[in-house]
């Protein structure tokens, strides 16, 4: 086995880092993620896309994730069409954004060669 790790090693290991993320890095993952999904229509068609977006069990949230990441609407817009606090909409995106992000990452780390 190189380095030590089976496939659920590295699952665990992947969430266990994606749980300890500093903000800097969740934003970086939430600028790739606007960049990806408004820019490309096959991205958000991928059945790994639609996956991870059934991984965000409150459809409230989920409508926001699209809104936001596919639909190009930004924060101030969303609140006032939800007739939400911003920082009602900041926080139900960012939790909608690691739920969809721990199953989008996974969904690649199957498509890793198994490690010997």
Same mark, same amino acid.
């Given at each position: 086995?190189?380095?030590?790790?089976?496939?659920?090693?590295?699952? +665990?290991?992947?969430?266990y880092?994606?749980e300890?993320?500093? #903000? +800097?890095e969740w934003?970086?993952?939430?600028?790739?993620f606007?960049k990806?999904?408004?820019? #490309?229509?096959? &991205?958000? +068609?991928a059945?790994?896309f639609?996956? &991870?977006l059934?991984?965000?069990?409150?459809?409230?949230?989920?409508?926001?994730?699209?809104?936001?990441?596919?639909?190009? +609407?930004?924060?101030?817009?969303l #609140?006032?069409?939800?007739?939400?606090?911003?920082?009602?909409?900041?926080?139900?995106?960012?939790?909608?954004?690691r739920?969809? &992000?721990?199953?989008y990452?996974?969904?690649?780390t199957?498509?890793?060669?198994?490690?010997?």
């Amino acid at each position: 086995m190189a380095y030590g790790l089976t496939r659920e090693d590295r699952k +665990q290991l992947m969430f266990y880092n994606a749980e300890h993320l500093t #903000s +800097q890095e969740w934003r970086i993952i939430r600028s790739v993620f606007r960049k990806l999904f408004r820019n #490309s229509k096959k &991205a958000t +068609q991928a059945k790994e896309f639609k996956r &991870a977006l059934d991984n965000i069990k409150d459809c409230e949230r989920r409508d926001i994730f699209i809104k936001y990441y596919v639909e190009k +609407q930004g924060i101030v817009k969303l #609140s006032m069409d939800k007739h939400y606090d911003e920082s009602v909409v900041r926080s139900r995106l960012r939790k909608a954004t690691r739920e969809f &992000a721990f199953v989008y990452f996974d969904n690649f780390t199957r498509l890793l060669p198994p490690i010997e």
